[in-house]
């Protein structure tokens, strides 16, 4: 018989090679309450450093013998579930990450711990001998001496101006001149409120008006906020202190949510959604497949503005009928407000949400909500995906095809990916919604892998936009050198006239797009990154998009010194100033990541353009997708091209997606709507498709092209990524990774089919002052291919030779770096 509980922990902080679930006795005073799902302090490592840890599971051995105790219980009830902690090991397994990195994800920020370490004197400074103390460590002993308490490690550094990795106070404490002391901290803590209830006393004779008023007040409505009790009673805190001090009432604190959205209302009855008779076969065949217990996989394919969202939210209405959970996940930020506002209407106070736009109090306090069961529709970005529903029915991922559903950092995993883990868990429904699939859904759908539905038209009255295909060469040729074609200002000019809003697509914020010098051909470009500056003018500085650098606004050339610094190419800034200047009368606003910086910046914007207190939009990709305006009757795409040409293989899938669904915010209600697509390759057959709103025989040509060259559906990609200081020793390790690759995929994985491209720069070959090499492998995402990288990445850490490189790899990543 077994007799000692072991604790199988994944612990913060530790690196992929050396990771895993590692052992720790529970001690017999913490045998009941630690519990899978619960988070431990821990003791790690040779100094036996405390750090914090997810118990996984717990089993039995006979022996404890060599192994560390768990130090404390940080959690009175298990954070995650058994399928969370499931799902913990799948994303390890799936996307090479830690343990404890897999269960970050599934926690919200503020309710991580860290380990607060706090200085004091270990005796009086009259006692110290202070003649060996050189004067850094005397001036550490005068502050702590006159704080006269301990002090936390980051503040005492910070006061006097040392590095954060100064080892000065642990020196102090082997000298037995301090103690330290360590302990856990919430980044965020719970929110509460202060409450006021009557005791049972018998109420004296001798009480003030105001006292008799409040008393009066709480044995009417038994208890309320101390806040709520000074309004309506009209006193000061002063006075209920009183009946407290008197025993006659008393204080509680209740948990409340910090919630931004605390103004909605419970929904009230909510109103039937009519459906077209293709809605209603859609709706039919999903709810069918819902309610057949077997869950899967649904992709709802529907021109814009066919009304797919009316479809989903009548089933999510039949799921939440059923008590199950529903998970609604849009691609970026800027798409949340209108769909919140949708669900909000509709569902009122039952609507969690999930975006980094919420402080982490809020993101915390919503996360409770799921879990305690009080909302049942969870609706977000990438990260509603782990929403912590006990009993999920629904998943929705609307505009599944877009590249934001991936993570481009560690983890690296594709929220479709999760969402088709736990609905087969839950035996839950997942419906993939888009007007322009990704090709890999599309093609499960056509061979039959998911089950397809299709809306063929716009609902009610609402036709596709006209479109016309500008020629930008011959708008050259006659002299136009603005970034209006006739054609398109002439629109622009006829809408502002008739009453109507515009939308203006330009995929590139900033002012000019390119710096460089006339005489000497100079490229102003950032000293970090191998990527051109570009211009801003709302701060006149030249920035780098990928790491943030800026400079002045410079007229001579740093190469030859000449004055004939030359700015070319529009962003979204320039653009905005040119349409004021041909449309003097338009209210121009201009929505990119560089004007929303603000917290509900969107919200704001956006719920202004619907009031009409605009006239056009003019902003990159956030203008182009789940924007629907019943007035916006005119669309113009300025630079068209500039998505088509890349090394990328998907450049021609996210330039007809992009495209696309930009043309369709045209026309979406009562009136006829038009788009204009300016572009200098006007023969381009992505461009024509786009404009006809064809994706059918778009996707025919592509997945030709894709089986061709063994791309996506028909292999999977591994991209293995290098980075490192000196771009010498980064080359030298991608080739002696693939050397390592090659050995054991002969000798251990001759059976797994791949296909290896030779190392190479990546496409920002620079960005950070790190350089960045990738090795793609086409292959099979299978557990045997997966367990042989793992084993590479392992080995690979472990050559000191290359000690400087980091590298990792990504599982079918959206760009091929």
Not at 160 to 188: F, H, M, W, Y
Not at 213 to 225: E, W
Not at 720 to 744: C, D, I, P, Q, W
Request: aromatic letters at 8%; one cysteine or more; glycine letters at 6%.
């Amino acid at each position: 018989m077994s007799d000692f509980t072991i604790a199988k922990v994944a612990v913060e902080k530790t690196v992929y090679h050396f990771d895993k679930a590692f052992d720790y006795a529970v001690p017999s005073g913490l045998l009941a309450a630690v519990k899978p799902g619960c988070r431990v302090m821990v003791p790690f490592g040779g100094a036996d450093s405390k750090r914090q840890g997810m118990v996984l599971a717990l089993t039995r051995r006979d022996s404890a013998e060599k192994l560390k105790p768990v130090l404390e219980l940080l959690d009175p009830a298990p954070l995650l579930s058994q399928e969370a902690l499931r799902l913990v090991l799948w994303l390890k397994e799936h996307y090479f990450c830690t343990l404890y990195d897999a269960v970050k994800l599934l926690l919200p920020t503020g309710i991580n711990f860290k380990i607060r370490t706090e200085y004091s004197l270990a005796v009086p400074i009259p006692s110290l001998d202070m003649d060996g103390l050189d004067e850094v460590e005397r001036q550490i002993v005068r502050y702590l001496s006159h704080a006269g308490a301990s002090v936390d490690r980051d503040k005492l550094l910070k006061e006097l101006g040392l590095s954060g990795d100064s080892n000065v106070p642990e020196k102090l404490c082997k000298a037995n001149i301090l103690v330290k002391s360590s302990g856990t901290v919430r980044q965020v803590g719970d929110a509460s409120q202060k409450m006021v209830r009557l005791t049972e006393n018998q109420e004296p004779h001798k009480l003030t008006l105001k006292q008799k008023s409040v008393y009066n007040l709480l044995s009417d409505v038994g208890s309320a906020s101390l806040k709520e009790l000074c309004y309506f009673a009209g006193v000061t805190p002063v006075v209920v202190n009183a009946l407290v001090k008197k025993e006659l009432a008393q204080y509680y604190e209740i948990e409340i949510y910090r919630n931004p959205y605390d103004h909605i209302q419970n929904g009230g009855p909510a109103e039937d959604i009519v459906l077209s008779a293709e809605q209603q076969q859609a709706y039919t065949n999903l709810y069918r497949q819902y309610t057949s217990g077997s869950g899967g996989v649904s992709l709802l394919y529907g021109v814009t503005g066919s009304g797919k969202t009316s479809v989903f939210m009548k089933l999510i209405d039949a799921v939440r009928s059923d008590g199950r959970g529903v998970i609604v996940m849009v691609p970026e930020i800027s798409l949340t407000p209108q769909t919140i506002s949708l669900f909000h209407q509709r569902y009122g106070r039952d609507v969690a949400v999930f975006h980094s736009g919420l402080s982490l109090g809020e993101r915390m306090d919503e996360w409770k909500r799921v879990r305690n069961g009080e909302a049942l529709i969870a609706v977000g970005t990438r990260s509603a995906v782990f929403a912590p529903f006990e009993n999920l029915g629904l998943v929705i991922l609307d505009e599944e095809q877009e590249y934001t559903y991936k993570s481009e950092s560690s983890p690296r995993y594709h929220a479709r990916d999760v969402a088709k883990f736990r609905c087969a868990y839950h035996k839950a429904l997942l419906v993939l919604s888009s007007a322009t699939p990704s090709i890999e859904s599309y093609y499960l759908a056509q061979n039959g892998h998911y089950s397809f539905n299709v809306l063929s038209t716009r609902y009610g009255n609402a036709v596709l936009p006209e479109v016309t295909v500008v020629d930008m060469n011959a708008e050259v040729e006659s002299g136009n050198n603005t970034i209006l074609s006739s054609v398109l200002h002439q629109a622009l000019d006829e809408n502002l006239k008739n009453g109507r809003q515009s939308i203006i697509l330009l995929n590139r914020r900033g002012y000019n797009t390119f710096v460089s010098c006339k005489a000497c051909g100079h490229v102003m470009t950032c000293p970090n990154c191998s990527i051109s500056l570009t211009y801003h003018s709302a701060n006149h500085r030249l920035m780098c998009h990928y790491c943030g650098y800026s400079m002045p606004l410079i007229k001579e050339c740093p190469q030859c010194h000449e004055n004939k610094v030359h700015f070319t190419g529009y962003g979204t800034q320039r653009a905005e100033q040119q349409l004021q200047e041909l449309l003097p009368d338009a209210r121009i606003l201009r929505l990119d990541t560089d004007s929303t910086m603000t917290r509900f910046a969107y919200e704001k914007k956006l719920r202004q353009f619907a009031e009409g207190e605009y006239d056009i939009i003019i902003g990159t990709q956030m203008v182009a997708k789940g924007l629907d305006f019943e007035n916006v009757t005119l669309v113009g795409v300025l630079s068209a091209d500039q998505t088509l040409y890349s090394d990328d293989f998907r450049s021609y899938e996210r330039a007809f997606d992009l495209l696309t669904q930009v043309v369709g915010r045209s026309g979406r209600g009562q009136f006829a709507g038009k788009a204009i697509i300016q572009t200098f390759t006007p023969e381009n057959d992505i461009i024509k498709l786009a404009a006809r709103q064809d994706y059918q025989e778009y996707y025919e040509g592509e997945i030709a092209i894709r089986k061709a060259m063994l791309y996506p559906p028909f292999s999977d990609i591994c991209v293995v990524g290098f980075v490192g200081g000196t771009e010498a020793k980064v080359r030298e390790a991608s080739k002696a990774f693939l050397n390592m690759l090659t050995t054991l995929a002969q000798s251990e994985y001759s059976g797994q089919p791949m296909r290896v491209l030779n190392p190479s720069p990546a496409l920002i070959g620079k960005v950070s002052n790190k350089y960045r090499y990738k090795l793609i492998i086409k292959c099979r995402n299978r557990t045997k291919f997966r367990e042989m990288i793992s084993r590479l990445l392992i080995q690979f850490a472990g050559v000191r030779e290359f000690s400087s490189v980091s590298v990792f790899a990504d599982m079918n990543p959206d760009s091929i770096m």
